[in-house]
């Protein structure tokens, strides 16, 4: 059983920017693929960012490329969403999820189906 805690979520403007942070309760941490799910108010949750577990591979969604970044510390067993440049639509509960199962090495998680546990989310709120 993995737990995973979320904390950086937050309010800002259009254009802030702002820093998530997901601790794995876990000494496996460096074993698995990580990742950042989103769910926007009255969407359906989408896959944000995939990292593989030794952050060899990186997946992005379109929506978020070139402003977000994903990094991860394995001797802190935590996961980073770097959000810059934010807009009203990145507004959302965002998820830290783990890949336990996930058998893609190489190749970063891109479906939600790709992750097994998830945290228990933070609000990220973005105003124009």
């Known amino acids: 059983q993995v737990q995973l805690v979320e904390s950086g979520g937050g309010s800002v403007q259009d254009g802030g920017s702002l820093r998530l942070a997901c601790t794995a309760s876990?000494?496996?941490?460096?074993?698995?693929?990580m990742g950042w799910l989103r769910q926007a108010p009255g969407k359906d949750r989408e896959v944000v960012t995939g990292i593989t577990k030794n952050g060899g591979d990186i997946y992005y969604a379109d929506s978020v490329k070139g402003r977000f970044t994903v990094s991860r510390d394995n001797a802190q067993n935590t996961v980073y969403l770097q959000m810059n440049t934010l807009k009203p639509e990145d507004t959302g509960v965002y998820y830290c999820?783990?890949?336990?199962?996930?058998?893609?090495?190489?190749?970063?998680?891109?479906?939600?189906?790709?992750?097994?546990?998830r945290g228990q989310g933070t609000q990220v709120t973005v105003s124009s």
């Open positions: 876990d000494g496996t941490f460096s074993d698995y693929a």
């Open positions: 999820a783990a890949a336990t199962t996930y058998r893609g090495t190489y190749i970063a998680p891109t479906q939600e189906y790709d992750f097994d546990y």
